[in-house]
């Protein structure tokens, strides 16, 4: 009932007209038709209403317009009354939704820019600082693999490298080039004595000495342990490198402080001169080392030019050991001897001293500390050792001696399966453990190792008695002895020798004996010569005696029984 319309209302005005007649709610009252009381109702299109609708259609920015506009990008739709007359026009600004969508998320995206950069200015900052560092790495790693972390000087590696350029510059320009190897004479004694923070100081130590005796463009390295050498560029003449030579052996001969001593080192040098523009490396550094080896040889504290014929002192030095490892994989030549050991109550024997000799077939019978010496300098002894260890065990396993004493080189302790080694011997050749002594110097114990303390401790564990060789002569104390667990001290020979010469050396050789009997320990006496000696040692109480009075090394056939061995 009644009727709604959009109408103009002039004045560029228009709005929704509605017009309804007012009539009664119930039968009640009569109205006659066409006496109807009208309500009219008129709402502008503008304001309020088009927000309405603004809102019911998501349109953006709605207005009403009488008239279109020309020249903008508002759309436009006519609004039409009943009877099809345009009334006017809603117009809006269409939806955009790129620029809508970059207008929401400006914001976010501004933050993420922000954070974005900050990010990257944090990573680039890291990225800067991780690239010094791992420049700074790089500069340290190339440091260390040229030069030698102790002492701070040019390792092997540099050394090989700069001689190579002094050879190279010897060729071009026709000068001299001097090569000089060093070696200081007591630093293992030094090492062994003081520890080996005393030893590192003594090597800081000789570095600097030799440092301050060459010019800037010589060389001075350190090639390992305690070897050295310096590299001379351009040499004046021979002269002027056995100069330098001289001075380096002064140098290092004077007294070192370490660990509140005054260490007296010295030291040997080997030195090569050359202006033969066909010399290499290799050969230079041979020269110069068996020249170092011939200053050794001749009494240390010295140094030695290289001549052509110590060539040859060396290619018979290789051809012994060549020798010596074919002497080990057969057994030709090789063979133990056996000196009794006495006991010093009755005379009877007590055991014996396995002692190695070697026949060789050209050169006759050898000096043990000839082949023995060769054979720790080649990596033999663990060959040698184990052959005589064996041979031992063997022919202790077919007599009736009591024991075998076997001397054993501090080399072969390098090995922690040493003492598996020495047992599974035992296993194989069937003797106990208790027929079996090892020997050991001074300078085992001095190396004051966990490892040498473990192997001598599974050793005695299993029953094999540890002897203390050359007693008297070395630095070890009474700490010594009782941590590494020694079961015999053998007072060394030269002590015996100079019994009833030196008044002194009776007091000593009866302290040791006390020593040994407040530990528990059986004392021999070694070097018995004479039987003054004999008679001295046993009225000072030594448990056992050994030497050539009594007896000399024998071959194995002679001691097949140790009923007719005695010196009662």
């Known amino acids: 009932m009644g009727s709604l319309d959009y109408v103009s209302l002039g004045a560029d005005r228009a709005g929704i007209v509605s017009i309804r007649p007012i009539v009664p709610s119930s039968d009640i009252v009569q109205q006659l038709p066409g006496t109807e009381y009208l309500m009219v109702s008129v709402r502008y299109l503008a304001g309020s209403l088009l927000e309405e609708i603004q809102a019911s259609t998501e349109l953006f920015d709605l207005e009403f317009e009488t008239s279109v506009a020309s020249g903008d990008d508002r759309i436009r739709r ?36 922000l954070a974005a950069a900050l990010a990257v200015s944090i990573l680039l900052r890291r990225l800067k600082r991780t690239s010094t560092k791992l420049e700074a790495t790089e500069a340290k790693a190339s440091y260390l693999a040229f030069h030698d972390p102790l002492t701070g000087i040019p390792n092997r590696a540099l050394f090989e490298d700069r001689l190579d350029q002094a050879l190279a510059n010897m060729r071009r320009t026709g000068s001299m080039v001097a090569l000089h190897y060093i070696d200081l004479d007591r630093f293992k004694h030094i090492n062994d004595t003081l520890g080996h923070p005393a030893g590192d100081e003594l090597i800081r130590t000789a570095s600097k000495r030799l440092a301050a005796l060459v010019d800037e463009v010589d060389t001075v390295a ?89 060539d040859e002192a060396v290619k018979e030095r290789h051809l012994l050991e060549i020798e010596l490892r074919a002497a080990l994989a057969t057994g030709t030549g090789l063979a133990l001897v056996y000196q009794p ?99 050991i110097t001074e300078g085992l114990l001095l190396q004051n190792s966990p490892v040498i303390q473990t192997i001598l401790t599974e050793l005695r564990a299993s029953g094999i008695r540890i002897a203390l060789d050359d007693f008297g002569t070395g630095y070890s104390s009474i700490s010594y002895l009782r941590n590494h667990g020694i079961d015999k001290l053998k007072i060394d020979q030269s002590f015996t020798a100079l019994l009833g010469k030196d008044p002194q050396i009776e007091s000593i ?39 050539y009075l009594l007896s000399k090394p024998v071959p194995p056939e002679q001691l097949s029984s140790r009923k007719s061995l005695s010196f009662a």
Not at 245 to 265: C, F, K, N
Not at 284 to 291: G, S
Not at 377 to 393: F, M, N, P, T
Not at 421 to 433: A, C, K
């Open 341 to 439: 050991i006495f006991s010093s109550t009755d005379g009877s024997l007590s055991g014996v001293e396995a002692l190695v000799r070697w026949n060789h077939p050209t050169r006759g019978l050898l000096a043990p500390n000839v082949f023995i010496t060769l054979a720790e300098e080649r990596g033999l002894i663990d060959q040698l050792g184990l052959w005589v260890l064996r041979s031992a065990c063997l022919f202790v396993a077919t007599s009736d001696l009591p024991w075998v004493a076997v001397n054993v080189s501090p080399m072969q302790f390098r090995s922690e399966r040493f003492a598996q080694s020495v047992l599974t011997v035992l296993r194989e050749t069937g003797i106990s453990p208790h027929r079996l002594q090892i020997e």
């Open 78 to 113: 006519p609004v039409l009354d009943a009877d099809g007359r345009i009334v006017g026009f809603f117009s809006w600004v269409p939806e955009e939704p790129a620029y809508e969508l970059i207008t929401e998320t400006a914001p976010v995206i501004a933050f993420g820019i």
């Open 509 to 547: 050789i009866k302290s040791i004996v006390d020593l040994g009997r407040s530990m528990n320990m059986v004392v021999t006496a070694e070097g018995v010569e004479t039987p003054m000696q004999k008679s001295l040692l046993i009225n000072i109480g030594c448990d056992e005696l050994q030497g």
């Open 222 to 310: 350190r090639l390992g342990g305690d070897e050295f050498a310096i590299i001379q560029f351009q040499p004046h003449d021979v002269a002027a490198a056995e100069g330098l030579s001289q001075r380096v052996v002064e140098s290092l001969s004077a007294p070192v402080p370490i660990a509140g001593v005054e260490a007296l080192v010295g030291a040997s040098v080997g030195v090569i001169v050359t202006a033969d523009a066909s010399a290499d490396a290799a050969d230079l550094m041979r020269q110069a080392d068996i020249a170092l080896y011939q200053a050794k040889d001749n009494g240390r504290g010295r140094y030695q030019l290289f001549a052509g014929e110590m």
